[in-house]
């Protein structure tokens, strides 16, 4: 089957900066548009971003410039890099992939997110 893990999340000061990571991997699977998604504190899960495997990007309206998501499709790869961190970023982030293969119809899979803390 498919396995999507996440890494990169931790503390952080604000104004600094993470990198996270989302691994897919699974035998005979083609991996297709790649998501971070994010759940802050009393709030529902909200996409940040996607990333065709065109290279094609698109974001939220509420992302101002900080957050850039990238790709290496001979890795199976996205990341996501956010800049100038704050406090309001404080919260899980998940990676959401589609794929499919010969067996299995394009569905999306999620990983179990990791978590960012940024202080106040």
């Known amino acids: 089957q498919v396995q999507i893990v996440e890494s990169g999340g931790g503390m952080v000061q604000p104004g600094g900066s993470l990198r996270l990571s989302c691994a897919a991997s699974?035998?005979?699977?083609?991996?297709?548009?790649m998501r971070w998604y994010r759940q802050t504190p009393g709030k529902e899960r909200e996409k940040i971003a996607q990333?065709?495997?065109?290279?094609?990007?698109n974001y939220a309206t509420f992302i101002r410039d900080r957050f850039t998501i990238s790709r290496e499709n001979a890795k199976n790869t996205v990341y996501l890099q956010i800049d100038t961190l704050k406090p309001e970023d404080t919260g899980v982030y998940y990676c959401?992939?589609?794929?499919?293969?010969?067996?299995?119809?394009?569905?999306?899979?999620w990983g179990q997110g990791t978590s960012v803390t940024v202080p106040s």
């Open positions: 990333i065709f495997r065109n290279g094609v990007t």
């Open positions: 699974g035998s005979g699977f083609t991996f297709y548009t």
């Open positions: 959401n992939v589609e794929a499919s293969s010969q067996f299995v119809a394009l569905r999306d899979f």
